[in-house]
């Protein structure tokens, strides 16, 4: 899923602020100036998506003297 921000704002006014794709707190980084913007943060739900890590896949190559025993 690609990284996405949506602004929803009621005929209230209310504004709810949702993050889709992020990992961990990425999503507070990507929030953080539009909240700043519209002012005071009334509350805050973290999805599943926050509780998750970034999962990086590291490859290790072992590198030998290229002979046998002799």
């Known amino acids: 899923m690609s990284r996405q921000i949506r602004v929803r704002v009621s005929p209230t006014g ?6 889709y ?3 961990g ?7 953080k100036a539009i ?3 519209l002012g005071t943060k009334v509350s805050c739900r973290r999805k599943s998506d926050y509780w998750s890590q970034s999962v990086s896949q590291q490859n290790q190559q072992k590198v030998g003297d290229g002979g046998g025993e002799s």
Do not use: N, R
Not at 14 to 19: K, Q, R, S, T
């Open 14 to 19: 209310d504004v709810l602020i949702e993050a």
């Open 21 to 23: 794709g992020f990992k």
């Open 35 to 37: 909240e700043e913007a």
């Open 25 to 31: 707190s990425g999503c507070e980084a990507a929030t």
